[in-house]
């Protein structure tokens, strides 16, 4: 769903998330009022395990296939998002070569050579690796983020995206989003990953207060 404001990035009107089992039994998860994220807002999404922060994450980047979602998610129509999430093991274009996998996703100014190096698939050794044969967790979670920066997205929607690197990826990780310009919504357990990131306010759940420092 689009809407019209040009300074709105997202907004979530009166909002109700609920897991749907497999005997069709539902436990709500989320009930959050009107929240509104502006182009440029960087925010850690945070609150009790269980709180709902990968869910809600899940809902507003649309993989919501074991959602129900009542209310209305607006993400404007000039926003390019793009969603990390650990539990994600299935990349697209798992039949290409890792090259070709960034190449589809790419922003046409992408250096995906560069990409690749940045992430530790050196060309001499991955140019001809098929997606599919990636099976580390480490490494799929780093084509992940290749895939993201090759995209060059302005709306970055992030959970837990240290939780497989190493200390050196995940200062590559650090350095690449501290000169990110566009909106994020990140959840993190990691305090000196949030720390390092310039955010300018929270989303605390299960309550939905949002706090932000203005920016503009």
Known sequence: IRHPSKDEALKL??????????????SQVISLNDIVVNYGDKL?????????????????????????VDGTIEIASNAASAYYSPYTSVIANADTTVHEALRAASDTNANIGQIMEYWGFKRSEYYNT???????????????????????????????????????????????????????????????????????????????????????
């Open 13 to 26: 009107r009166s909002v109700n998330i609920c897991y749907a089992s497999d005997d069709t039994q539902e």
């Open 44 to 68: 850690a999404l945070i609150g009790r395990n269980g709180s709902g922060k990968s869910t809600l994450l899940k809902a507003i980047a649309g993989k919501d296939d074991d959602l129900i």
């Open 130 to 216: 098929r997606v599919s044969d990636i099976t580390h967790q480490d490494e799929i979670a780093r084509l992940q983020l290749a895939i993201m920066m090759s995209a060059r997205p302005n709306l970055l929607i992030l959970d837990e995206p240290t939780s497989y690197l190493t200390p050196i990826f995940r200062d590559r990780l650090i350095r690449s989003l501290e000169k990110y310009t566009g909106t994020m919504l990140v959840v993190s357990h990691d305090p000196h990953f949030l720390a390092a990131l310039n955010l300018n306010g929270t989303l605390t759940l299960p309550s939905g207060d949002l706090q932000k420092e203005d920016r503009r």
